[in-house]
């Protein structure tokens, strides 16, 4: 407490019963001018980390984005593709319950996709 009394106190004369020197005030001055240096270097690297974090979670993020919408847009090719064979087979006849089942099974991948 010594150190932050003679350096927040350019006046003071005795602390303690004891004489506050010249030497005493330097060594102050000196100890949080280190310390004022220390502090703003470390706050300058957590705000670089942070910013590094940020921009990496942005990174994933978007290559999450990317990978659900390549899926959906496989799943919404498949999904006409189903339609367009049930329509021609129904002007033809037959074969229409598995493309049914089929075609609800993408349609419930494209709503879960899409919900993501």
């Excluded at 940020?54 to 959906?72: C, D, I, M, T, Y």
């Excluded at 189903?82 to 074969?95: D, I, P």
Aim: glycine share 6%.
């Amino acid at each position: 407490y010594r150190t932050y009394l003679i350096f927040h106190l350019p006046r003071l004369a005795v602390l303690d019963t004891l004489a506050v020197t010249n030497d005493a005030r330097g060594l102050a001055e000196a100890t949080y001018m280190k310390k004022k240096m220390y502090y703003n270097m470390r706050i300058k690297t957590l705000q670089r980390n942070t910013t590094n974090v940020v921009r990496k979670l942005g990174e994933v993020r978007q290559a999450k984005v990317s990978q659900v919408n390549l899926n959906l847009n496989v799943l919404l090719r498949q999904q006409k593709d189903v339609e367009r064979e049930m329509h021609e087979l129904c002007s033809g006849g037959g074969g229409e319950p598995l493309l049914r089942d089929k075609l609800a099974v993408l349609r419930s991948g494209v709503q879960a996709k899409q919900a993501e």
